[in-house]
Structures are given as structure tokens and as C-alpha cells.
């Protein structure tokens, strides 16, 4: 698992992106236990290297490259390219990092301040890159054609993503039809909504303008400011597109939805209430919001739903990793799973003195 974890120096950043940092690995046999390290790779070898784990990608410290301030992971696929010298596949990580470039925080963003446009601040102008890996351990960046070494740029002023470019998610729709979505904040609308960049090959990438989701639209409807991250999934059945996100509300507290679409491009359908909320458990890691999805479907048509949790409404960092299942019991949306129930670890128990 590459996840993104951040140090006491970018905390200034959590109203925004929660967490958002540096990238690091964690190591399971099962997909629920999971080992994780407090500091850097150590490149070890042999028997230890399954056991290698801790942080693997941070700013860069190159001036001039867009992701000097933090990065968060979006996605890391194992793909071959004719492009990449290599006779099996690697590993590429897209993943979406800040400058000290400084931008105007609008209002509606900052999980602490919706009504209240907020003053210049650094890390806001995300974009979205790539780095390669023959063992997800080591990663080398890639440089793109943009002047930052990204992928592509953010929109031009009065465009829906001029802001940035956040969560980078590829899917492999066919031969040469790459999809990478992903969102931003459109200073306009006052919402978060989704988009959609194509290539043929991973490298140069075309965004198709216009959004292509954006949650719901009524005062009370559960994601009304917005859909921000997102893991879209083919399902193998159905082949039909299911998009879990992370629905914004009202106030700004995150809870995840799922919408479906046949091509994956258009016609987006959602559900109209979330398949996860926070718990409401007193003293719970993930009382409050719940966000970051990432499905994964399993045999017998079931799903696992990876995501973060926090205690607190309102802001601040992700407090951890959580799992959910879906519940085989629910009623479907267009074969989409409508709810999931978190996994229950055993209860400690103590021993005597």
C-alpha cells in the first residue's frame, strides 16, 4: 500500500490537503494487517527487502520542479510501455504535488474558513506527475513536457481546475485509451467537481475540459459542495464504471458516495445517499469524516473500500487507514454496493498481573 503521510512542516496545508506530505509504503499478506516504517527505504536486500517499508518519495528538492512543497500519492499501477526500457512491467506512481508558488485561497475551500475568501498561501497550485519504479521502493521522477517537469498544467485563469489538479487516478480504458480523473475546486461554483485527462501512452496527456462529475445540487444533499477524491473501477461483471468519492457537505465534512456510468466519460448516475459516514463513535479515529476511497473488488462480487478517517468535523489531517466491506445484504445502485460495514478488530484483552 502507498499511502501519503505528512510531517509537523506541512501542517499548514491540512485544511486543504489533508495529510499531504510524502509518500510512503506499508506491507500486508492478507490486505488487512499491515506493516508500516517510521522513517526512510533502507534499500535492504535478500530475505529482509519484503520487509523494507517506511517513507519512498518526498518534495523534490530541485527548485524548479512543480512538487518542491509536497506531494500525496494518487494512484500506482504495475504497466509496460514501449516507451520504458524495460522487458516486464514497472511500477508508476501518479501522483500530485505543490510548489512554494503562492496562489489565493478562495472561499469554500479551506475546511475552517467556507464562507471567507482566505489570504496567499504556498502548495495550493497542485500538479500532476509520474515516477517510475522496478521495485515500488525506489522511485525515480520522470520529466514531462510541462516547464515543471508535471504532466500537464493547471487550467487557465477562469477555468474550473485553474486551482489545481488533485488525486490523479489512471485507468487503463483500452489499447492507447489511458484515463487519468481527477479533481479540483472551481473558484466560480464554489464546489468541487471531477475531470478527466486522456493519453495514449501514459506520458503526454489531453484534458477533456469540461467536468465530468460533480455530487449533488440540492442545500441537504449529502456531497452539495462537491465529489473531491475518487477511485473510479471497471466492474468485471457489469463492465459498466463505478466512481466511489468523497462527497463534500454542507458544512465540509467528507463522506463517501458511489456514482456509475456506462462509457465512464458521461452520464454519471449517483446514488443518493453515501455508502460510508463517519462512525459517530465517541473517541472513534473516524468519528466524523471519512474520504480518500479506494475500491477494490474481490471474488463473488464483493468489495473491499480502503479509506481515511478523522475524529474531528472541520478539518485537519487524516488520522489513519481504515477498511470496509460491502454489505452482500443491501440493495444495489446499478450494481453498485450501496453500503459497507467497517471490519471489527478484536477486542484487546488484558492479562494478569
Known sequence: MWYTGRSPGCADLDDVFPSSGSVGLAVSTDGVHWRRGAGLIEGARGPQRALDVG????PNGDWWWFDTCH??????????????????????????????????????LSQSSLDEDGPEQEGLRLRPGLAMSQDGRNWARIE???????????????????????????????????????????????????????SPDGFKWTKRGKP????????????????????????IDSKRYFMFYEGVG???????????????????QRCPQPVLAGSGREGGWDAADV?????????????????????????????????????????????APTRFERHQWPAPTSGSA
Open 55 to 58: 517513507k519512498c518519495l518526498g
Open 71 to 108: 506531494l500525496s500519492a494518487g494512484d500506482v499501477q504495475i504497466l509496460s510501455s514501449s516507451s520504458v526500457s524495460s522487458g516486464e512491467g514497472v511500477y508508476w506512481m501518479f501522483y500530485a504535488g505543490g510548489s512554494f508558488e503562492q496562489a489565493a485561497l478562495p472561499a469554500g
Open 144 to 198: 514531462a513536457e510541462h516547464h515543471t517537469g508535471a504532466l500537464f498544467d493547471v487550467g487557465a485563469a477562469g477555468e474550473w481546475d485553474e486551482l489545481f489538479v488533485g488525486g490523479p487516478q489512471v485507468v487503463a480504458a483500452g489499447p492507447r485509451d489511458m484515463r487519468m480523473y481527477y479533481h479540483s475546486f472551481d473558484r466560480q461554483q464554489q464546489r468541487f467537481r471531477v475531470g478527466v485527462a486522456t
Open 291 to 335: 474520504g480518500c476511497p479506494w475500491a477494490v473488488s474481490m471474488a463473488g462480487g464483493k468489495w473491499r473500500l480502503y479509506y481515511s478517517g478523522r475524529a474531528q468535523r472541520g478539518g485537519g489531517g487524516w488520522g489513519g487507514v481504515g477498511l470496509a466491506r460491502s454489505d452482500e445484504a443491501a440493495l444495489s445502485f446499478q450494481g
Open 212 to 235: 465530468i462529475f460533480e455530487g449533488g445540487s440540492a442545500p441537504d444533499d449529502f456531497d452539495c459542495r462537491g465529489a473531491a477524491a475518487r477511485c473510479v473501477v471497471r466492474d
Open 250 to 268: 454542507a458544512d465540509g465534512g467528507r463522506s463517501i458516495g458511489v456514482a456509475v456510468s456506462d462509457d465512464g466519460l458521461s452520464g454519471w
